[in-house]
């Protein structure tokens, strides 16, 4: 089955500064790659996701990169808040509906 | 518009109970699925339903879990003789298509 790995497991920076979180996934098959950020106790919250025919995508502070041919993904942060401090979780999926989750991401953005 | 429901919200069973999680989907979604997350990790597939069929439900640990979704909306997630390790959230999310899935806030067991 698909394996989704992410680095670095956790990551500070400073408020206003960029943050950025890379993920691999093994299946060459996946075609769909969602973001999600999850505060303490809370559910995980779709933020934004890519299919595999786009190389970018874009909203406001949050883009996402795809890179098919060496498989990994990464989600850009820019001009970080304090409320962006969250675990950030990345997946994918190959056409079979069942999301394979990285570990998770712990973003600490220091004011 | 409402987001997926899931009630109760916490749980807590004495090993050797029965416990059942309820989970409403966003309207007009068909595509419904449970996931089980640990504490520190990221949320693991359980079982998949479209409409009231269930299409895979490989990720079930064992056969003391048990879902069922009988009029294509409201599911429910039955635990038998629950054991400690079967203490995490368990998160129902919910999709309009055949990928973009919306959770819910997720129902945190406590076996004891």
């Known amino acids: 089955g698909e394996n989704v790995e992410q680095h670095p497991s956790t990551l500070s920076v400073q408020e206003g500064d960029s943050a950025v979180i890379k993920c691999t996934y093994s299946?060459?098959?996946?075609?769909?790659f969602p973001w999600y950020k999850q505060e303490l106790g809370k559910r995980p919250q779709l933020i934004i996701d890519?299919?595999?025919?786009?190389g970018e995508k874009k909203d406001q502070r949050i883009a996402v990169t795809l890179n098919k041919t060496a498989k990994h993904f990464s989600l850009h942060i820019t001009e970080t808040q304090p409320e962006d401090s969250a675990v950030y979780f990345c997946a994918a999926i190959r056409g079979n509906n069942r999301l394979a989750f990285g570990k998770g991401n712990q973003v600490v953005v220091i004011p | 518009g409402a987001g997926v429901s899931q009630s109760p919200r916490y749980k807590v069973a004495k090993r050797g109970q029965d416990v059942a999680l309820r989970c409403d989907p966003i309207?007009?979604?068909?595509?419904l699925f449970w996931y089980q997350q640990a504490l520190g990790q990221g949320p693991e597939f359980l079982t998949y339903?479209?409409?009231?069929?269930?299409?895979?439900k490989s990720g079930l640990p064992s056969d003391r879990f048990f879902a069922e979704r009988p009029e294509g909306s409201v599911s429910t997630l039955k635990i038998q003789r629950t054991q400690q390790e079967d203490s995490a959230v368990y998160l129902c999310?919910?999709?309009?298509?055949?990928?973009?899935?919306?959770f819910g806030p997720g129902t945190r067991l406590t076996v004891l």
């Open positions: 299946d060459s098959a996946s075609n769909y």
């Open positions: 339903f479209q409409n009231e069929a269930q299409l895979d």
């Open positions: 890519i299919r595999s025919n786009v």
């Open positions: 999310a919910s999709s309009y298509n055949m990928d973009t899935q919306y």
């Open positions: 309207s007009g979604h068909v595509s």
